[in-house]
């Protein structure tokens, strides 16, 4: 299985803060990476796609990079709503996997 | 707009045999492109990949649940469903039905992309 390494953890961030969340896979996947955002109690929602590509209707302060290996999302000017558990996920081989999450919290 | 809702029991016994369904409405669920998806998340941990069944009733699964695990579609009822026999305490979780969608960008290619989910149901497994 293909390892995703996100980090940090957790962060403690206030509103208007740009955030970064990297992620890093076992081996190389092609840019196939999906960022999800999760609030508490609810279903994730897919963010970003093909590791740079956003999503209809996420708002442009989220963009995503990266290649090979390494993967990050930025949240820039960091807004109430954006307070939530973030995780990647690869498409190259099965079984697709997920990072162990990230929580931005207000500081 | 598909929506998706997961049905069954909320508490397993152990060793006992979990059924779950998930309804699709707003779509059909042999519409070409779609692999219809079960998604767990343990208590306090990360999301795991449970396996899928596509439109055409083809299935794949999560290596590490293969042995136990049952993925069937239901196309008179619009539902798919899962099966996860020899349930223990380790396999509490919430789990989700997922609409995972084959898609196409112009500037990119072609992706796939979790792009609807069900709200989750609750399942533990206790005597």
């Known amino acids: 299985d293909i390892q995703m390494t996100q980090s940090p953890s957790s962060l403690s961030a206030s509103v208007g803060d740009r955030v970064t969340i990297s992620c890093r896979a076992s081996e190389g996947i092609s840019k196939n990476v999906v960022w999800f955002q999760q609030k508490t109690g609810k279903a994730p929602k897919a963010l970003i796609y093909?590791?740079?590509r956003l999503r209809s209707g996420v708002p442009s302060r989220f963009s995503g990079s990266g290649s090979g290996t390494d993967y990050t999302l930025t949240i820039n000017s960091l807004q109430p709503e954006d307070f939530a558990t973030y995780y990647c996920q690869q498409y190259t081989n099965y079984p697709w996997t997920f990072g162990q999450g990230t929580k931005v919290e207000n500081k | 707009q598909v929506q998706l809702q997961e049905s069954g029991p909320g508490l397993v016994k152990p060793s006992q045999t979990l059924s779950l369904a998930c309804t699709v409405s707003?779509?059909?669920?042999?519409?070409?492109?779609?692999?219809w998806t079960w998604i767990r998340q343990r208590p306090g941990k990360g999301l795991e990949w449970i396996g899928y069944i596509s439109y055409t009733g083809n299935t794949y699964s999560n290596p590490s649940l293969e042995s136990r695990l049952t993925i069937s579609l239901d196309t008179s009822r619009n539902q798919f469903s899962l099966r996860l026999s020899s349930m223990t305490a380790a396999d509490t979780a919430i789990y989700y039905c997922?609409?995972?969608?084959?898609?196409?960008?112009?500037?990119?290619?072609?992706?796939?992309?979790?792009?609807?989910w069900g709200p989750g149901t609750l399942v533990a497994v206790s005597s």
């Open positions: 093909a590791a740079a």
């Open positions: 707003g779509g059909s669920i042999t519409s070409g492109g779609n692999y």
């Open positions: 997922v609409r995972e969608s084959k898609n196409y960008d112009d500037s990119w290619g072609s992706f796939r992309l979790f792009d609807s």
